[in-house]
Nanobody, 119 residues
């Protein structure tokens, strides 16, 4: 069983930055790829960014390319989502998901952290 806890959300003005953290309580964190998703009211769940288990490969939604970065610290069992140049359309609940690289059907979700971009 993997428990994921997101943190770092909050209220920020347009153009501001936030860094989200996804902390995992699992012995074998380095075998899990981590993805960040977001969901705004009335909108579909959207994949924002992902990073593979080794941290060698990352992917981003077109809507956040050039503004968001993702990184991981396997020693701390944590993945970070650095969000810069935030805009009101980035307002959403952000969730992280852990996918077992050896068994991709095994996924775990955190409970989310709210990001609100508003002046």
């Amino acid at each position: 069983q993997v428990q994921l806890v997101e943190s770092g959300g909050g209220l920020v003005q347009p153009g501001g930055s936030l860094r989200l953290s996804c902390a995992a309580s699992v012995f074998s964190f380095r075998v899990y790829a981590i993805s960040w998703y977001r969901q705004a009211p009335g909108k579909e769940h959207e994949l924002v960014a992902s990073i593979d288990s080794a941290g060698d490969s990352t992917n981003f939604a077109d809507s956040v390319k050039g503004r968001f970065t993702i990184s991981r610290d396997n020693a701390k069992n944590t993945v970070y989502l650095q969000m810069n140049s935030l805009q009101p359309e980035d307002t959403a609940e952000y969730f992280c998901k852990a996918t077992n690289s050896w068994a991709p059907r095994i996924n775990y979700w955190g409970r989310g952290t709210q990001v609100t971009v508003s002046s």
